[in-house]
């Protein structure tokens, strides 16, 4: 066995956090390892978020453009080139790893590619990507290893080897017909690209509703968006069996309520959730404790079972977001620094980058339900927002919790054009819980989206 390096912080995986952390500690003076087996900057450069939305943003582009003659432009026909909407985003995510590269040099940070496992408790041995190993040993330790998509046990599903949101970012054609296993965020995004870049696309859904951590109204919202723009979406339909390969034919037969059915496709995506990167790197050897979705046990400090040893973003079972990941960070710095931050009742707002997108922050109505919180609930088609007259007759809608008993928002949802925008507004109000007769009351610009707020507040029962 070499012997062991010794490093002041060792960050295994160099995800959103756990890079954030390495370059602060870099800065600090402190000698910092970081072990990467792939992706310079973990996934959400190189195969998840911005991948995704470069992509995406192609789609709406040729969405606009077989709409544009509605609004007075005349292009002819469109076509699609995947070989040029895959090479925008490769040069994206290019420019995205050369930038890495020049902070890690900046600070002072090792970047080390290679694959890691505990063989003792903080250290670890690396196989390194240009052959060899390293042994390395860290005074503090820091886990940040992601997630990958999860391939159901499904008979047949293995040996069709489906796409996953990875190689789905990679296709140089259009998929004839798409079949997207999974009605999560990561499925209806990439299916509705699809089928704007031309492909038929099929959802296949197990639960009972898309989105399942939803509202019903959001959810079913969201499917009308999609179904009117020509995806077939079964919801409550369990995957008996796959048959065939994807990227040529692939068969699949689902059960509905309607009875079993075979759906055809060409291709089969798979985005049915996440597994931990945990399994098979040693963290028995390193005293680090899993639960029983095989995610690391951390406390509110993102502390693991093992002293000196913390854990980062989604192996740690963060919500499965960039900016949780970069809050992980924030916790576990400022509480070196002495603090007391935890991931107690943080604010966690999220957006699913349809076209419209979906914006949430705070409670949902099932979720004020499920934890007995008193709420008043108004909501607002965002026909009534000024400004869709303008841009042009959209669904969607907005909704908005306020407190049974004190004038607080509780929670915000919109389906709706800068949903995102609006939400961030809505959260820094919740943050100053400010009291929403100060929001509704505000002086709004118009013709903006967030104007709308105001007609949606003024929507709020009064208390009983
Ligand atoms: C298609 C898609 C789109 C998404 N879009 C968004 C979005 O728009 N907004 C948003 O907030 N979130 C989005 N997410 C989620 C987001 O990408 C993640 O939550 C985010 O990247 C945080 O990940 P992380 O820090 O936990 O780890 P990651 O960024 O996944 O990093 C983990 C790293 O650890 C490395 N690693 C693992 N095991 C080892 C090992 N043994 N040795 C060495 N290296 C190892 C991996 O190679 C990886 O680079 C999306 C996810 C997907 C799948």
Redesign the pocket.
């Known amino acids: 066995m070499a012997a062991s390096e010794r490093f002041d912080t060792l960050i295994?995986?160099?995800?959103?956090?756990?890079k954030a952390l390495a370059w602060h500690m870099g800065r600090s003076g402190r000698r910092t390892a970081v072990?990467?087996?792939?992706?310079i900057?973990?996934?959400?450069p190189?195969?998840?978020?911005?991948?995704?939305?470069n992509e995406l943003a192609s789609a709406h582009v040729a969405h606009t453009a077989r709409h544009a003659a509605q609004f007075g432009t005349e292009i002819g026909s469109v076509a699609i080139d995947m070989v040029t909407v895959r090479q925008r985003k490769r040069d994206m995510v290019d420019r995205q790893v050369a930038a890495h590269l020049r902070i890690y040099k900046e600070t002072g940070v090792e970047l080390i590619l290679?694959?890691?496992?505990f063989i003792a408790p903080r250290t670890l041995e690396?196989q390194l990507n240009n052959g060899g190993a390293r042994v390395l040993a860290g005074d503090q330790v820091f886990l940040?290893?992601?997630?990958r998509?999860t391939l159901p046990d499904v008979p047949g599903l293995r040996a069709a080897e489906p796409v996953t949101?990875i190689e789905a970012?990679e296709f140089d054609h259009v998929p004839p017909h798409l079949i997207v296993l999974g009605g999560g965020?990561?499925g209806l995004?990439?299916a509705q690209a699809y089928r704007r870049f031309g492909s038929r696309v099929t959802i296949i859904q197990q639960g009972p509703q898309l989105l399942g951590r939803e509202d019903g109204d959001v959810a079913e919202e969201m499917q009308r968006i999609l179904v009117a723009e020509g995806i077939e979406a079964l919801v409550g339909a369990q995957t008996l069996r796959v048959e065939g390969r994807s990227g040529k034919d692939v068969t699949l037969t689902v059960r509905t309520s309607a009875g079993t059915r075979e759906i055809e496709g060409t291709d089969l995506l798979v985005?049915v959730g996440?597994t931990p990167?945990t399994a098979g790197?040693g963290l028995d050897d390193a005293g680090v404790r899993l639960d029983a979705g095989g995610y690391i046990r951390v406390n509110e400090r993102l502390e693991t079972s093992a002293p000196n040893v913390w854990a980062?973003?989604?192996?740690?079972g963060?919500?499965?977001?960039?900016?949780?990941?970069v809050d992980?960070f924030q916790i576990i710095r400022e509480n070196l620094g002495g603090g007391s931050r935890s991931t107690r009742d943080r604010l966690m707002p999220?957006?699913l980058?349809t076209d419209p997108p979906l914006a949430h922050v705070g409670l949902s109505e099932e979720d004020a339900r499920r934890q007995d919180v008193g709420v008043r609930v108004a909501k607002l088609p965002m026909s009534e927002v000024l400004r869709m007259q303008a841009i042009g007759e959209r669904p969607g809608f907005m909704k908005v919790l306020v407190g049974q008993s004190d004038d607080r928002i509780r929670g915000f949802t919109m389906i709706g054009p800068e949903a995102g925008e609006v939400m961030a507004a809505v959260q820094t109000a919740m943050l100053a819980e400010l009291p929403y007769p100060k929001l509704r009351d505000a002086v709004l610009a118009h013709l903006t989206m967030a104007e709308g707020l105001a007609f949606l507040l003024a929507n709020v029962p009064p208390r009983e």
Request: glycine share 16%; with cysteine.
């Open positions: 295994l995986g160099s995800g959103q956090g756990g072990v990467e087996r792939r992706w900057g973990g996934s959400c190189n195969i998840n978020c911005m991948p995704s939305k290679g694959s890691g496992h690396v940040n290893v992601g997630t998509a949101n970012l965020y990561v995004e990439l985005a996440r990167n790197i980062i973003g989604e192996c740690a963060s919500p499965q977001f960039t900016h949780a990941s992980d999220y957006c980058f």
